[in-house]
């Protein structure tokens, strides 16, 4: 009979080894080894590569990389905000946004951003009549101001699009949105202080395709704008600090953001950067561009 | 930043819950030479494997929170290093470029059947290794990284591939049975034979001879 000359497969005599061949086929590869010169050598051969792999020195992280990765943990820390959505809800005032309702170039859907369920629920919570109008109207308000402000703000940055070009330093807005650049000193929200841009985060899981990724973005965007949502706003972020600074420059090339939100892509964490109109995912550690789209509502 | 040897993992978790800045990178500090252990002999790639390792730091410092203390917080961070080292390894096969592999390929193969010029050089054997691990499936070298490189006792590397023990025995086992003839230039008088049958994910239980060397399987 062929069968009991048989070698026995590599795979199988490892699997054999480990214990998972049971029963008479565990019997037969047993008997076989016993008088088979070749199938002992490969068995050998399993036992050297086991050897050979536990003799390879274990590594030692080297000092730059282990000051990099808690370099980017720092920067994460320092982003943590103490400042809630509610805080931020609080500084964005109704009355202020009416105003600008005129003034503001665009709008965007408020209809579906009313449908994101969990986000924004207050604005889901039913309302009759004017109450309803009302929401949507201040939804829409609000949403357009940040991007009316994020578009301030690049008007004024100047052709070199540097933060270090502009004379008035960063300028923080009390509505939350960041505006920066030499005209933002007459933007009727702008307050002297730091944080050139608004950093956020959440536990958002942005997706492709394009189309999708930039209504998740105009979605947060609205949220954000009108603080009812579960992000966490860090306003302490230095467009001058850290490594979040520089992947920003080179992202938008040198133009100030509207927004940079930590948060995942695919269920990976992602930065997720918009300006001018586009938004950019990146890796944290900004060495790949995962996904780009344009915003419906332009810069 | 020093370390603080005399609070536990859980404590520093929870600090870092609490708001504490420093305590996560404190954990990270304490575990950072087995994380990067895990992600270097995965990726076989020191650039993808400082990129893996911090994307897998800061997704684990976002999620933190997610953490429901059902398994060791080691085993919880190195779970999180090997997706993300797995995750690259299946993007860059989305993308592949077989150059690499297939010089590592021809590499080992001319050498196979004659001794290493320098059996003694252990930077040779560790250089072929980590060629040879390049050629497996990705599955199967994280398996091999944990168990064999790394010392982990098979419940322990199941925990952090999140799978069962039998199923990281049976990666370990293919993937040893591939190394085989590429690692047989670094045995000490070595044959002139080739095994038989050392690839294949699946080995079928049959008498059909595979190749001219190969033959079935008992």
Known sequence: ?299 | MESQPDLTDAELLDRHLRGDGEAFGQLFLRHKDRLWAVALRTLCDPEEAADALQDAMVSAFRSARDFRGDSAITTWLHRIVVNASLDRLRRKAAHATTTGDEQALELLASQSGTPAADPASSRDVSLDVTAALRLLPPQQRAALVLVDMLGYPVADAAAVLGTSPGTVKSRCARGRARLVPYLRHLREGAGTEAEGGAGGTEDTDTDEPRNRTATGSV
Do not use: W
């Open chain 1, 1 to 299: 009979m062929r069968r009991h000359r048989a070698h026995v497969d590599a795979a199988a005599l490892a699997e054999f080894r480990e214990g998972l061949i049971g029963g008479r086929r565990a019997v037969r590869i047993q008997e076989h080894l016993a008088g088979c010169e070749r199938c002992a050598g490969i068995e050998a051969g399993l036992t050297r590569v086991t050897a050979l792999l536990a003799a390879v020195p274990q590594p030692v992280m080297p000092d730059g990389l282990a000051r990099q990765v808690t370099e980017a943990l720092a920067a994460e820390a320092a982003a943590r905000s103490r400042l809630s959505p509610r805080d931020l809800r609080s500084r964005l005032s109704l009355r202020d946004l009416r105003p600008r309702l005129s003034a503001a170039p665009h709008t965007l859907n408020g209809h579906s951003r009313l449908r994101y369920a969990g986000r924004i629920r207050r604005i889901t919570e039913p309302l009759r009549g004017r109450g309803r109008l009302a929401a949507l109207g201040f939804t829409s308000a609000a949403a357009a101001c940040l991007l009316a402000a994020g578009g301030y703000a690049l008007a004024h940055l100047g052709p070199s699009g540097s933060p270090a070009s502009s004379a008035a330093g960063p300028i923080r807005t009390k509505a939350g949105p960041m505006v920066t650049g030499p005209g933002a000193r007459n933007h009727p929200y702008a307050v002297p202080g730091t944080t050139p841009f608004m950093v956020v985060s959440s536990r958002t899981d942005y997706r492709p395709p394009p189309s999708h990724l930039a209504r998740q973005v105009e979605r947060e965007l609205a949220v954000l704008a009108f603080g009812t949502g579960q992000q966490t706003v860090h306003r302490d972020y230095n467009i001058r600090a850290g490594a979040l600074d520089s992947c920003v420059k080179r992202v938008t090339r040198g133009a100030t953001p509207t927004l940079v939100e930590f948060a995942h892509y695919e269920k990976q964490p992602a930065d997720i950067i918009v300006y001018a109109g586009h938004v950019s995912v990146v890796e944290p550690s900004c060495t790949a561009v995962l996904a780009r789209a344009s915003l419906p509502s332009g810069p």
